[in-house]
């Protein structure tokens, strides 16, 4: 976990900042971590973070752009050594919170990383979770518990929250039905296909975002949130379309449900999400092939990421997540050495 000291420092760059610059995962975790601290010091940039799986060199043409006096990465668990040598070069001091396997990087003095499994009590909380420890805004926990839930995660806070706002969110301990049985998991699935949108778009849902201060407000379709509700309804329709051909596939082995397909939307992780929801017993893979290249999003009850790690050995790719829930990049010639590896492995 992170220390009390910790997050006073980070709180104490929050107010420092005259001009800062956010940039954030391209999720739901990432999402809220940034409007958490957004709404705590008022000022400010977001940019939601599309390449991967780090924050790459050409992300410095904002640094350029905007000028800012601090930078913060939120749950980004890669920067590029070219943006980190940019940031150092035009002395702009780097806050990286994240939580995620600590990255082998090249320190230096501008910064500050922040993650709560490198510490004496090991612990992966989402790193919105910690935003909402840094600013402790009460009326900003609805955020907080977006940010959580879309990881995975229930915080000690979900029961009291369930109290004050039954209406959003009955309390659970299984993250799974929580996600697909109340009405903040529905908020999620729309922030993460809204998330998908061009990135006009997205710098338009922020600037909602921001000021939105009722969750309710975003299950209404108002002038602030129609172009979400249509963006998700959107792609809803050919999500639903594609879970149904994945459920086809359940019964294909005992215990891999291995999917894959291409187009020109990536919901693999989202599909993979809910395919383990329906199926929590089965090792979930979900590829989606774009040109040469296949993502990869694994769900299981057993340790999937040590799982996905040792079916590609041998094959070139990357790999990366958490212990029940991870992502990989492979190309596509190798998907079935890929996927006979894994399923070897599991007899
Ligand atoms: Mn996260």
Known sequence: ???????????????????????????????????????????????????????????TRKLHEFKPDVIFVLDKPI????????????????????????????ANEIVNYFNPLVNENPSNEPTSYWCYKITRHKGDEWIAMLGCLADWFIPEFAET?????????????EPARALYETELGRIIKMLSFALLDRTSMVVKMLKNLIIIK??????????????????YKQINRKYEKI??????FV?????????????LLSLSSELANELFYLYPNKIVVVAYIKG????VSLRAKIDVRKLAEKALEGIES??????????????????????????????
């Not at 879970?243 to 086809?248: D, H, I, M, R, V």
């Open 161 to 173: 929250f369930s109290k004050e706002k039954p209406e959003l969110f009955t309390f659970t301990n």
């Open 79 to 106: 920067i590029s050594k070219g943006f980190l040598d940019a940031a150092a070069e035009l002395n702009m001091p780097l806050v990286w919170i994240d939580h995620h396997p600590v990255p082998e990087f090249e």
């Open 1 to 59: 976990m992170l220390s009390q000291k910790q997050l006073e420092k980070i709180r104490g760059f929050l107010e420092r900042a005259q001009n800062p610059l956010f940039f954030f995962d391209n999720d739901v975790d990432g999402l809220a971590s940034f409007l958490l601290l957004r709404k705590f010091c008022s000022k400010g940039k977001g940019i939601a973070i599309k390449s991967f799986p780090d924050l790459n060199v050409a992300y």
């Open 251 to 263: 019964k294909k082995n005992k215990k891999v449900l291995f999917f894959q397909y291409g187009g």
């Open 318 to 347: 990357t790999c990366g997540g958490h212990e029940h829930a991870c992502g990989a990049t492979l190309q596509v010639t190798d998907l079935p050495k890929f996927r006979d590896n894994l399923i070897k492995s599991t007899k």
């Open 243 to 248: 879970l149904n051909k994945a459920k086809e």
């Open 214 to 231: 009722d969750p309710k407000e975003l299950l209404d379709i108002t002038t602030k949130t129609a172009s979400i509700h249509g963006r």
């Open 292 to 295: 040469t290249k296949v993502n």
